[in-house]
C-alpha cells in the first residue's frame, strides 16, 4: 500500500460547482496534514493545514478522520484559477521525519 | 526577497556528466529537503538536513547522489555520472522545525534534462 494515496483524476467541472478530493495514509502515526497547491511547471504551495476537527478557509474546507485514516479537501463554488493539482501530505511524525506526498489530483474548472 | 532560492533554475546535460544544484532557504530555517518529481507524480522525498546534519536519506539516493549543507545555511545537491532516468524537477525546501504546523517552503526548483 502507498504511503499516500489519492483519487486519480482528472476532476473536470463547471466554473460554480463544488468538488471533493479523497486521500488515504498508511502510517497510523503520521501527526501532521497538509493539502498543498501545484499549479504546471510551478512549485507546490501550502493551501492548508488539516487539523482534526476539520478547517475551514473560505471555499475549502478540510477535514481528517484518524481512524480511518482519510483526509479530504471540499471546494465550493469551484473558480477558474482554482485550476491546478491537489497534493494530498503527511508527515511521518511530529518528531519530524519528512513530508511525503501523494500524486496529486488534477482539477479543471471551465467556464 | 526571503523565499527559497534555487539555482540554476534549468540544467541540460550529457549523460555521464557531473551537475551540482543549490539551495540558498529561508535565512531562520533550520530543516532543508530535497525531493525529485517527475511528470504526473508527486515530489519524492530524497533527503533532508537539521542545521549541518543530514538526519535522513530516501533508499532514492543512490551512491551517484550527495547533498552537504556545510553551514547549516545554503546546500548543493549534487548527481555523478548522470542518466536519463535522472531527468527530473529537483525541488528543495525549508521549514522552521519539523514543518509541523505550517508545512514547508518550497523553492522554484531545478529542472534537469539529461541527454
Known amino acids: ?111 | 526577497d526571503t523565499g527559497v532560492s534555487q539555482d540554476p533554475r534549468h540544467k541540460i546535460t550529457k549523460r555521464g556528466q557531473n551537475v551540482t544544484f543549490r539551495c540558498d532557504p529561508i535565512s531562520e530555517h533550520n530543516r532543508l529537503y530535497w525531493y525529485r518529481q517527475t511528470l504526473g507524480q508527486g515530489p519524492e522525498f530524497l533527503t533532508y538536513f537539521q542545521n549541518e546534519a543530514q538526519l535522513e536519506k530516501s533508499r532514492l539516493l543512490s551512491d551517484r547522489f550527495s547533498a552537504e549543507r556545510p553551514k547549516g545555511s545554503f546546500s548543493t545537491l549534487e548527481i555523478q555520472r548522470t542518466e536519463q532516468g535522472d531527468s527530473a524537477m529537483y525541488l528543495c525546501a525549508s521549514s522552521l522545525g519539523a514543518g509541523g504546523v505550517y508545512g514547508y517552503t518550497f523553492g522554484s526548483g531545478t529542472r534537469l534534462t539529461v541527454v
Open chain 1, 1 to 111: 500500500r502507498k504511503e499516500v494515496e489519492q483519487d486519480p483524476g482528472p476532476f473536470n467541472v463547471p466554473e460554480g460547482a463544488t468538488v471533493a478530493f479523497n486521500c488515504t495514509y498508511s502510517n497510523s502515526a503520521s501527526q501532521s496534514f497538509f493539502w498543498y497547491r501545484q499549479d504546471c511547471r510551478k512549485e507546490p504551495k501550502l493551501l492548508m493545514s488539516v487539523y482534526s476537527s476539520g478547517n475551514e478557509d473560505g471555499r475549502f474546507t478540510a477535514q481528517l478522520n484518524r481512524a480511518s485514516q482519510y483526509i479530504s479537501l471540499l471546494i465550493r463554488d469551484s473558480k477558474l484559477s482554482d485550476s491546478a493539482t491537489y497534493l494530498c501530505v503527511v508527515n511521518k511524525d511530529q518528531a519530524g521525519t519528512a513530508l511525503i506526498f501523494g500524486k496529486g489530483t488534477t482539477l479543471s474548472v471551465s467556464s
